[in-house]
């Protein structure tokens, strides 16, 4: 195992920079130093050198919203399953994630819980942040496809079981402001730590308005299964827009919200605020079928999953590494992208020193050929991948 090494020459992407030619100094699993070409301190010189010639560095990326990859989810309620399913995405170039348990009823959730919790802390691939609860107190008025009669009303007690079920290990739960009662759901989270979001809702402006003011900081998959903008009722789409202090996820797959709608996005939003997730579904790069999500078949159509009875969508197809490129194709620059997929995610799950290329970060970065994919990924300074 090498400690310490130079990756060289690469183009190292920042996120307020872009540095051709560069050299990072990786040392005892951290960033040492992010040197310009030329710039390189002779004390360093003794040390191997890895060729990332043609490479992008970016900082490994960080997915907060994802039910499943590879064929391996939380919604197996196998904790192998969920170490399978990190050992795939870290492959992929993603170096932690939000394993993300779709709206069940409360009883059902805590028991997955129960299964999944001996995994975290186990995992030798992406790192498991804690998990995203997407519901169960959401609004019946905006299911998307979660099973309406899973649906719960606000209930404390039950919040608190499933805390109590994930061991401290909730990163964040989706719900709805608006629900009669959802205050003291709001505020116990809030208490211990836990990104409350805005999804699943039927929110108007000012209900938004009210839940942003008791801890609402975070907006669900922007524009899909909320209240709509409207120029007299703007809903929760338009108080996310119009906030900048809210930040919010986007699907940027190019379906669940139009390419032209993600660069709008980005003139309106201050880019810190912005977090591309991939909100993709167990059978994501999944080689055999058949397809399963949340216990339902489902088939790959028009760039997304589609339920296998109706064509409904169902979900995204998406990886991390081609939201990056979309969000470049959308108009991003490569910095705002490198926000957008790691930084701004980092931040926010409290763990500042992650998601960047800047000395005494802790080295998890990818390389990117030219065409925006994963050729090497490096997890605390360590190679994941042999073929590089």
């Known amino acids: 195992m090498i400690t310490e090494f130079l990756l060289t020459p690469v183009c190292a992407v920042t996120a307020q920079d872009t540095l051709p030619n560069a050299t990072l100094w990786i040392k005892d699993g951290h960033i040492a130093g992010c040197f310009a070409e030329g710039a390189v301190p002779p004390e360093t010189n003794h040390l191997p050198r890895v060729d990332g010639k043609g490479c992008f560095a970016v900082p490994g990326f960080v997915d907060l919203h994802i039910h499943g990859y590879g064929g391996f989810g939380p919604e197996l309620a196998d904790p192998q399953a969920l170490l ?20 069940a009823k409360p009883a059902e959730m805590e028991t997955l819980l129960k299964n999944l919790v001996p995994a975290v802390g186990k995992e030798t691939g992406a790192k498991i942040l804690g998990f995203h609860l997407e519901g169960p107190f959401i609004s019946p008025k905006k299911p998307g496809v979660m099973k309406p009669q899973d649906i719960a009303p606000a209930d404390l007690p039950a919040f608190t079981r499933l805390y109590d079920a994930a061991e401290g290990h909730l990163a964040a739960v989706t719900l709805a402001p608006e629900l ?12 211990h730590g836990i990104r409350v979001q805005a999804g699943h809702t039927n929110a108007t402006y000012d209900e938004f308005l009210l839940g942003a003011a008791r801890g609402v900081t975070h907006v669900t998959h922007l524009f899909n299964a909320m209240s709509p903008f409207n120029h007299r009722e703007p809903g929760a789409a338009g108080a996310a827009l119009m906030h900048p202090g809210i930040s919010c996820e986007i699907i940027a797959d190019g379906v669940h919200v139009h390419p032209d709608v993600v660069a709008f996005l980005r003139t309106v939003k201050p880019v810190e605020n912005i977090v591309a997730v991939t909100d993709a579904l167990l059978p994501t790069q999944q080689t055999q079928g058949p397809f399963v999500a949340n216990g339902e078949e489902v088939i790959f159509d028009g760039g997304v999953w589609k339920r296998k009875t109706d064509r409904v969508i169902a ?11 979309n969000l470049v194709e959308d108009g991003f620059t490569l910095p705002q992208a490198v926000q957008a997929t790691s930084t701004n995610a980092s931040r926010l799950s409290g763990r500042p020193h992650e998601g960047r290329l800047e000395t005494g970060a802790r080295a998890d970065l990818v390389l990117l050929n030219t065409h925006f994919e994963p050729v090497q990924v490096f997890l605390n300074g360590q190679p994941a991948r042999a073929d590089f």
Do not use: D, H, W
């Open 315 to 325: 979900g995204s197809a998406l990886t991390m590494a081609r939201a990056f490129k």
């Open 84 to 103: 399978n399913m990190s050992a795939a995405l870290l492959q992929n170039g993603v170096t932690a994630f939000c394993p993300t348990l779709y709206c």
């Open 180 to 191: 009669p009662g959802i205050e003291p759901v709001i505020t116990f989270a809030k208490q």
